[in-house]
T-cell receptor, first 114, second 115 residues
Framework: AQSVTQLGSHVSVSEGALVLLRCNYS??????LFWYVQYPNQGLQLLLK??????LVKGINGFEAEFKKSETSFHLTKPSAHMSDAAEYFCAVSTGSSASKIIFGSGTRLSIRP | DAGITQSPRHKVTETGTPVTLRCHQTENHRYMYWYRQDPGHGLRLIHYSYGVKDTDKGEVSDGYSVSRSKTEDFLLTLESATSSQTSVYFC??????????????FGQGTRLTVV
């Protein structure tokens, strides 16, 4: 069975500062990993995904994440935070099996200080 | 954006009444999911479907049932609503066209309050 742990339910950074949201996974098979973003009163939108190609994955809005198998991590980063990045971010894992199930972490709320 | 419509968007119901939430998709995606979102728990999978009339339980399936009689519709039923089922419910779909294309597309959510 697979699972995801997101460290920190709330992260606050200043505008222009580095954003780092942490995600660790557990999977008995090579995983597919995702980051989703949820803006207030909306559904979830895919930021980026890792599907066993390049370990450094670039997504939308300047975000990227690096798959580190040795650390079972898939942390999300952005060099310079914008006010528009304030949202909730979810890490997710899937085995990519025929009955594909995507399992989500508990989420990290990102706040941006002016 | 994938064409996923959830109805209703908001509902208040009384304890003990049955409730059905509908998810409709226009993308011809194979997989469909129902999640519930609660503070501190992220999204938890209730049930999912991997084809017409093919469904399976997720991690929080007690008190819920689903049906999928057509590719485009996935219904979630609360047999007898309880206050613990007050939540925001999200439907998601996935194309199922290959592992490299794995990505879930989400509806806007249904806010259900059980009083």
């Amino acid at each position: 069975a697979q699972s995801v742990t997101q460290l920190g339910s709330h992260v606050s950074v200043s505008e222009g500062a580095l954003v780092l949201l942490r995600c660790n996974y557990s999977s008995s098979v090579p995983p597919y990993l995702f980051w989703y973003v949820q803006y207030p009163n909306q559904g979830l939108q895919l930021l980026l995904k890792y599907t066993s190609a390049a370990t450094l994955v670039k997504g939308i809005n300047g975000f990227e994440a690096e798959f580190k198998k040795s650390e079972t991590s898939f942390h999300l980063t952005k060099p310079s935070a914008h006010m528009s990045d304030a949202a909730e971010y979810f890490c997710a894992v899937s085995t990519g099996s025929s009955a594909s199930k995507i399992i989500f972490g508990s989420g990290t709320r990102l706040s941006i200080r002016p | 954006d994938a064409g996923i419509t959830q109805s209703p968007r908001h509902k208040v119901t009384e304890t003990g009444t049955p409730v059905t939430l509908r998810c409709h998709q226009t993308e011809n995606h194979r997989y469909m999911y129902w999640y519930r979102q609660d503070p501190g728990h992220g999204l938890r999978l209730i049930h999912y479907s991997y084809g017409v009339k093919d469904t399976d339980k997720g991690e929080v399936s007690d008190g819920y049932s689903v049906s999928r009689s057509k590719t485009e519709d996935f219904l979630l039923t609360l047999e007898s609503a309880t206050s613990s089922q007050t939540s925001v419910y999200f439907c998601a779909t996935e194309s199922g066209t290959g592992f490299k294309n794995t990505e879930a597309f989400f509806g806007q959510g249904t806010r259900l309050t059980v009083v």
